[in-house]
T-cell receptor, first 114, second 108 residues
């Protein structure tokens, strides 16, 4: 069984640029959730994808967008980067989009915006 | 509004001492509560969830709906328990709301 993987590990961008982060879900999982973790804070929910459809969104602007592919891997895209977007981005996969399914986290992508 | 509060940023105890990591939540319905743990240089992982009522690595947590709390407890701390601990709740749709986390340091 393969765990959740994310790429790249680290990324440095400048303000105004666009970035794409990638996540491969755990084998057999069909749901991916993305979280932003700023320094010293807990992860904050961005959005969730279930079977290629967005299934809920947190309090993030539209410049944060995502995709889920038929193999259930996922991308997080952020346009017009701002300094405050600097954070650790986590993805988590689960089997179903139910209320009580355990989410398994990847190691994260550290994004630095200069 | 859904909110999770962990009042302590850092909790430092001696090996063998009891541990209690505090967690309070705000949610209008019946949430699912979790404790996640992150050991040094490792990814975030589930420690326990209230619905399963399990004891994992000697840790337990009881949901107190009256006090809206889900404190994490262990009777005798071990050095390998040193980590960052996050309390989280899940309302509708399996979207986790996390607290800010508590660093547990177990001193020898």
């Amino acid at each position: 069984e393969t765990g959740v993987t994310q790429s790249p590990t680290h990324l440095i961008k400048t303000r105004g640029q666009q970035v794409t982060l990638r996540c491969s879900s755990q084998s057999g999982h069909n749901t991916v959730s993305w979280y932003q973790q700023a320094l010293g804070q807990g992860p904050q929910f961005i959005f969730q994808y279930y079977r290629e459809e967005e299934n809920g969104r947190g309090n993030f602007p539209p410049r944060f967008s995502g995709l889920q592919f038929p193999n259930y891997s996922s991308e997080l895209n952020v346009n017009a980067l701002e300094l405050d977007d600097s954070a650790l981005y986590l993805c988590a996969s689960s089997l179903l989009a139910g209320d009580t399914d355990t989410q398994y986290f990847g190691p994260g992508t550290r994004l630095t915006v200069l | 509004a859904q909110r999770v509060t962990q009042p302590e940023k850092l909790l430092s105890v001696f090996k063998g001492a009891p541990v209690e990591l505090k967690c309070n939540y705000s949610y209008s319905g019946s949430p699912e509560l979790f404790w996640y743990v992150q050991y040094s240089r490792q990814r975030l992982q589930l420690l326990l969830r209230h619905i399963s009522r399990e004891s994992i690595k000697g840790f337990t947590a009881d949901l107190n709906k009256g006090e809206t709390s889900f404190h994490l407890k262990k009777p005798f701390a071990q050095e390998e328990d040193s980590a960052m601990y996050y309390c989280a709740l899940s309302g509708h749709g399996n979207k986790l709301v996390f607290g800010a986390g508590t660093i547990l340091r177990v001193k020898s």
